[in-house]
C-alpha cells in the first residue's frame, strides 16, 4: 500500500473519531453524547456495533500496512558494504567481480583496514583499480514504488583533488557526478549521499571512477537501497488507528 492511501484511509477513520474537542471519546460515550457517534445516543448497543465496525475496518488497514513498514529498512543491495568479501587485514585485493556485484573493464578492489577505515564494518572499495573502472548490481525493484539510495565515499587518503571523483546511476546510462571534499589529518572524511526514486521495474545501480586514471580513487562503502520510509504523519496516523483499536478492546472488556 502506498503510504498516501494508508494516510488517506487512516485519515478517514480519524474523521469518525472527532477527539479534537477537549472531552475525551470515552467520557463523551459515557454520557452518550450524540457527537461521539452516528447512532441513536440513548441506545448503548449500536454504539458497540459501530465501534466493532471501525475497530475491524482500522485494524484491517494496520495488518495491510505492517508489511510495508517492516520492508522499509530491508536493504536490496546484496553485500553493499562489502563485508562478504575475503581480504587480508589492513590489505587489499582487485576482483573482477565479487558478491553481488560485476566489476568494469578493470574489476573491483575492495581494501580491508588498508589507507583509510571503512565507514561501515572494515571492507570498503576503490574503483580507480589499475585504471579507472566500475561495478554494477541489478536489483529486483517494482515498478512505480519509491526507494531511497545512500551511500559514503570520501577522497583517498593522500592524493588530490584530481585523482577523485566517482559517479553513481540508476540505468548505467545516466551519471550524477559527486566531487568528494578534501580529506584532513590522515583519514578519510567520510561524506554520506541520500536520495530517492522511484523505479520503472528493475534497477542497474552501478559506480564508476573519474578523474585521473591512475590506481588512486575515491573510497566507497555502506551502499543501500530502501523500501522509501512513509512520511512520519503516516505513522501518526497508524498509531492512531492502533490506539482505537486499544480504547474498543478496553470498552469491549469492560
Ligand atoms: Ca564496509
Ligand atoms: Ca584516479
Not at 580513487?217 to 555502506?222: A, K, P, V, W
Request: charged fraction near 15%; include cysteine.
Amino acid at each position: 500500500m502506498q503510504s498516501t492511501q494508508l494516510s488517506r484511509e487512516l485519515h478517514h477513520e480519524a474523521r469518525l473519531w472527532p477527539l479534537h474537542s477537549g472531552v475525551s471519546l470515552d467520557a463523551r460515550l459515557q454520557n452518550n453524547d450524540s457527537t461521539a457517534c452516528n447512532t441513536d445516543p440513548k441506545a448503548s448497543k449500536p454504539h458497540y456495533k459501530h465501534t466493532e465496525s471501525i475497530m475491524k475496518k482500522t485494524l484491517a488497514t494496520a495488518l495491510f500496512a505492517l508489511p510495508m513498514l517492516a520492508s522499509a529498512s530491508t536493504n536490496l543491495v546484496v553485500n553493499g558494504s562489502f563485508e562478504q568479501t575475503a581480504v587480508n587485514n589492513n590489505g587489499w585485493d582487485i576482483f573482477s567481480n565479487i558478491a553481488g556485484w560485476t566489476g568494469g573493464a578493470a574489476g573491483i578492489e575492495v581494501r580491508r583496514n588498508a589507507v583509510g577505515q571503512a565507514f561501515e564494518g572494515n571492507n570498503f572499495v576503490e574503483l580507480d583499480t589499475t585504471a579507472n573502472s566500475s561495478m554494477s548490481q541489478l536489483l529486483t525493484t517494482a515498478a512505480n514504488q519509491s526507494y531511497t539510495l545512500s551511500f559514503n565515499y570520501a577522497n583517498r587518503i593522500g592524493t588530490d583533488a584530481a585523482t577523485n571523483g566517482l559517479q553513481w546511476s540508476l540505468d548505467g546510462s545516466n551519471w550524477t557526478t559527486l566531487a568528494p571534499a578534501a580529506n584532513s589529518n590522515g583519514s578519510h572524511a567520510w561524506q554520506s549521499f541520500s536520495t530517492s526514486f522511484v523505479a520503472s521495474g528493475a534497477t542497474q545501480l552501478s559506480f564508476r571512477a573519474i578523474g585521473s586514471s591512475d590506481t588512486l580513487g575515491t573510497s566507497l562503502d555502506n551502499i543501500s537501497v530502501t523500501t522509501a520510509v512513509p512520511e512520519p504523519s503516516s505513522y501518526a496516523l497508524l498509531l492512531a488507528g492502533m490506539a482505537i483499536i486499544g480504547f474498543v478492546a478496553r470498552r469491549r472488556q469492560a
